[in-house]
């Protein structure tokens, strides 16, 4: 079972997560693979992918935004666009689109940031948007200040949340076929209502910055195959022993619905609302063509057909429609 937990290192302004997709990550994959037309992810799409799936799911467990948290990379490599969604709740999904041959050990570099194209894009979508509402959305690019190429996704976040949210993290990424897992070390402001500046935390400046930055080493030391194959007790156990944690634990009401899972929305509805949106002349002009339209979700795989009479249903005004026998489903 996929699984996230929480921890504060005591006497420190300095918080953590570790975050573990198991069950969930699998079924992207194998929806992924599952699909006749595409087939299965390239081994370093798969990596970039779960790790993008990882840090979405820290990144909103950490504010807690009522709505989705979205995570785009794209950029000029055969990589073109990969996403990863995830919601207040941390329900998931994730996708990414391919087009190219891709070497197994591609770099983020090779990936999507040939010739230093590459965006990551980070956005928040309110629940229940109103209209002339606009999401919120912060766009990095895949290189430090001095316009070098960043090597790695954890990196790239790193220096997006230093340059947002003028807080410094740490972040360890790794994913596989199996497991796409992560570990995020934040300092904490101390200034402010309702943050450190009221707890207990010694507030020296110099020791925050020395606190930090040894809990920052120590997390990196992690290696990418003890972060996918360490259970969280021992991962920890085996980076912070000299450390003093306190683990957060959800009630017990409420700790089902605060673990990552797979998630998708779309329906026949959605995929209908979007033909409206593409008008009757051009869905008229598909049906032309094909004789029937087919509209597909590249997050779940599903797949619905609609047919002439389907289309004009879909553009009868309510009133206008025959009725349908009840017999009908």
């Not at 996230?4 to 990550?25: C, D, K, N, S, Y």
């Not at 021992?234 to 089902?256: N, Y």
Request: aromatic share 4%; charged share 25%; hydrophobic share 45%.
């Amino acid at each position: 079972m996929s699984e996230i937990h929480r921890f504060l290192f005591e006497g420190q302004p300095v918080r953590g997560q570790l975050v573990r997709l198991t069950g969930a990550w699998r079924e992207i994959l194998r929806r992924r693979a599952s699909n006749t037309q595409t087939g299965a992810y390239p081994q370093a799409v798969t990596q970039l992918l779960g790790e993008m799936a990882a840090a979405s799911v820290l990144m909103q467990a950490s504010i807690r935004f009522e709505g989705a948290l979205i995570m785009q990379i794209f950029g000029d490599g055969p990589l073109k666009l990969a996403v990863a969604e995830v919601q207040r709740d941390l329900r998931l999904r994730a996708t990414a689109s391919v087009a190219g041959e891709v070497a197994p050990q591609a770099d983020l570099a090779q990936l999507l940031n040939v010739t230093g194209k590459g965006r990551c894009a980070i956005t928040l979508d309110p629940q229940g948007r109103q209209p002339g509402q606009q999401a919120y959305q912060g766009v990095a690019a895949l290189v430090d200040a001095q316009g070098r190429s960043l090597p790695t996704l954890a990196r790239v976040i790193e220096h997006y949340m230093r340059q947002s949210e003028q807080l410094d993290a740490t972040l360890v990424l790794a994913a596989g076929e199996q497991a796409a897992c992560g570990l995020l070390i934040q300092r904490l402001p101390v200034q402010g209502q309702g943050n450190l500046a009221q707890s207990n935390v010694a507030h020296d400046d110099d020791a925050d910055d020395d606190g930090y930055a040894r809990i920052a080493m120590l997390a990196r030391t992690l290696r990418r195959d003890e972060l996918l194959a360490l259970d969280a007790d021992a991962l920890l156990r085996r980076l912070f022993w000299q450390e003093k944690l306190t683990r957060l634990t959800p009630a017990a009401a409420d700790a089902a619905q605060q673990q990552p899972r797979f998630a998708c929305p779309c329906s026949r509805a959605r995929m209908a609302a979007m033909l409206r949106t593409l008008g009757r002349a051009e869905s008229e002009s598909a049906l032309r063509e094909q004789g029937r339209i087919e509209v597909g979700c590249d997050f779940c795989g599903r797949q619905e057909y609609f047919d002439a009479v389907d289309v004009e249903r879909l553009f009868t005004p309510t009133q206008d429609a025959p009725p349908v026998a009840r017999g009908v489903q």
